[in-house]
C-alpha cells in the first residue's frame, strides 16, 4: 500500500518566519495530496490540498508544491503566527475521487513563538 | 464546512466489554466514510473503508472480528470494538466524503471529533 513519509516531526519558528513541511510518498499512481491541520484536542482540518495535475498551489500565506517525478510535496507557511501552532498532516491517496482512503503522514508539531 | 458527528466523544468500560462508536455526517450523504485510530503524538492510522450498504474494507492487520463496522446509511457507519482490552484504548477517529449533493466540492474529507475509548 501507499507509504508516507513526514520530515521533520517537530518544528519551531519564530513568528513571522517561513515554516516548511515535507513529504514524500511511495505510489506513482496516487494523486491527491491534501494538508490537515490538528489542533490539541481537535479534530484534522482540510486546509489545502493539490492533484497530480498540478504543480503548486497557494492560498494566501499557505502553499503546497508537488514534484511529482521525485514524489514529493511540500507545505509552505510564510508569516507565521503564534495560531499556525499545530500538528500538521499530510497525506496521499490514489483515484481519491474513486473513493480510496487517504494515508497519512506522522504529523510535524509546529511551535510558532512569539 | 460540513459536519461530522461523532459519538461518544469519551468512553471508559471494563476489558471484556463491547463498545459502539457512532459517526454521522449532518449535511451531506457520506457514501464512504473511513475510521482512524490515533495514538497520542502520532498519525492517523486508517482502520478500514466503510461504503454504504456493503463490507467494510480493512487494513492489513486490522482484526475484522473485533473491529465491527456498518455503514446501513448514507449518514451513519458505526464501528463496535468488541470484547475490548486495555491495548484497545486509543483515540477513534471517522471521517466522511462528501459525495458532492449538498453542492460543496466534491471529495472533500471531514473528520468527527474522535472517541477516546478507555479500557480498564
Known amino acids: 500500500g501507499e507509504n508516507v513519509e513526514q520530515h521533520p516531526s517537530t518544528l519551531s519558528v519564530q513568528e513571522g518566519d517561513s515554516a516548511v513541511i515535507k513529504c514524500t510518498y511511495s505510489d506513482s499512481a496516487s494523486n491527491y495530496f491534501p494538508w490537515y491541520k490538528q489542533e490539541l484536542g481537535k479534530r484534522p482540518q482540510l486546509i489545502i490540498d493539490i492533484r497530480s495535475n498540478v504543480g503548486e498551489k497557494k492560498d494566501q500565506r499557505i502553499a503546497v508544491t508537488l514534484n511529482k517525478t521525485a514524489k514529493h510535496f511540500s507545505l509552505h507557511i510564510t508569516e507565521t503566527q503564534p495560531e499556525d501552532s499545530a500538528v500538521y498532516f499530510c497525506?496521499?491517496?490514489?483515484?481519491?475521487?474513486?473513493?480510496?482512503?487517504?494515508?497519512f503522514g506522522k504529523g510535524t508539531s509546529l511551535l510558532v513563538t512569539p | 464546512g460540513a459536519v461530522v458527528s461523532q459519538h461518544p466523544s469519551w468512553v471508559i468500560c471494563k476489558s471484556g466489554t463491547s463498545v459502539k462508536i457512532e459517526c454521522r455526517s449532518l449535511d451531506f450523504q457520506a457514501t464512504t466514510m473511513f475510521w482512524y485510530r490515533q495514538f497520542p503524538k502520532q498519525s492517523l492510522m486508517l482502520m478500514a473503508t466503510?461504503?454504504?450498504?456493503?463490507?467494510?474494507?480493512?487494513e492489513q492487520g486490522v482484526e475484522k472480528d473485533k473491529f465491527l463496522i456498518n455503514h446501513a446509511s448514507l449518514t451513519l457507519s458505526t464501528l463496535t470494538v468488541t470484547s475490548a482490552h486495555p491495548e484497545d484504548s486509543s483515540f477513534y477517529i471517522c471521517s466522511a466524503r462528501d459525495g458532492g449533493a449538498s453542492g460543496r466540492p466534491t471529495g472533500e474529507l471531514f473528520f468527527g471529533e474522535g472517541s477516546r475509548l478507555t479500557v480498564l
Open positions: 466503510s461504503n454504504e450498504g456493503s463490507k467494510a474494507t480493512y
Open positions: 497525506a496521499a491517496s490514489k483515484d481519491w475521487n474513486s473513493g480510496y482512503a487517504l494515508n
